[in-house]
């Protein structure tokens, strides 16, 4: 095998292992996440991504923490949202007839609503 093929299979090991660690220090998590350095490093120190600082200077990364971190602010599909679209729409449309049977019950047995008017015996 060529080194360069070896060099890669190596490179590819070691990014599947630091996935197995719990806790990744700044190196780890910028190969983690595919960040550069540059960026993670504005993210830590504007404190828009969680990390810890036992000692003040070394940072850390709880992989579970970073995992949701990285899965924030979800987009939507399509075909989801026509989904919650039409459901929410039957749901409405269900909500309104039930409404207006109920109001229709209610009025009835309250007596808003006039009942047919007697006239010379028989119902108009």
């Known amino acids: 095998m060529k080194i360069e093929t070896l060099e890669n299979r ?3 090991i070691e990014n599947l292992l630091i996935g197995t660690k719990q806790v990744l220090n700044f190196d780890e998590v910028a ?6 350095k540059s960026y993670l490093y504005k993210l830590t ?3 828009q991504i969680p990390h810890y600082k036992p000692n003040g200077k070394m940072c850390y990364f709880n992989k579970i923490e970073i995992d949701n971190w990285l899965q924030q602010n979800r ?5 989801e949202l026509e989904t ?3 459901h929410y729409v039957s749901l409405k ?5 039930k409404d ?3 109001l229709g019950a209610e009025s009835i047995v309250n007596g808003i609503y006039p009942t047919k008017k007697i006239k010379g015996g028989k119902a108009i």
Request: charged share 25%.
């Open 84 to 86: 919650k679209a039409t």
């Open 100 to 102: 207006e049977y109920e």
């Open 31 to 36: 190969t983690y996440t595919g960040l550069s």
């Open 75 to 79: 987009v939507t599909p399509v075909n």
């Open 45 to 47: 120190s504007t404190g």
């Open 93 to 97: 449309k269900d909500n309104r007839k």
């Open 10 to 12: 190596l490179c590819n």
